[in-house]
């Protein structure tokens, strides 16, 4: 259960980090245009241009390093980080994902992102999809 665990957040989390990075090159999917690409994932109003290469790339090395944490903790992988580190991460990345899910439902958040379809999309994919995440890593924690 804790490996199929682990492996299920590399992919997913994995698979987002892609889908940054390929934005990062210029990629457009899964719209258009760059400005429909900015309120469909960014959402942020009164921008028109996706975030800067260099930021996304940082948000690639983020999520990328989120999704090898999980497997450090399975058998195969066992003791590569110290306990600390491996423990203090699930927990902080449990409650970062937790509290990203969260403000998908709190109108202040969308306040500030306030574009559509952006906001429909958080309700009822991106923030759904961060809770879940965040219990996978609640659910590491509990099984370590």
């Known amino acids: 259960m804790l490996a199929a665990i682990a492996i299920l957040l590399f992919l997913v989390l994995s698979g ?34 996706m975030p800067p290469v260099w930021l996304t790339l940082v948000v690639v090395v983020l999520l990328f390093a ?10 195969v992988f066992a003791g590569l980080l110290p306990p600390i580190f491996g423990h203090g991460g699930l927990a902080g990345l449990a409650a970062i994902f937790v509290a990203r899910g969260l403000l998908a439902f709190t109108t202040a958040f969308h306040q500030r992102h306030g574009t559509e379809p952006f906001v429909t999309l958080d309700r009822r994919i991106y923030g759904p999809l961060c809770l879940v995440i965040g219990a996978g890593y609640l659910t590491l924690l509990v099984l370590v």
């Open 16 to 49: 987002i980090a892609g889908l940054h990075a390929y934005w990062a090159f210029g990629g457009l999917w899964p719209c258009d245009d760059e400005e429909t690409l900015v309120r469909t994932v960014v959402g942020t109003k009164h921008r028109s241009a």
């Open 66 to 75: 989120a999704a090898l944490l999980p497997l450090s903790v399975t058998p």
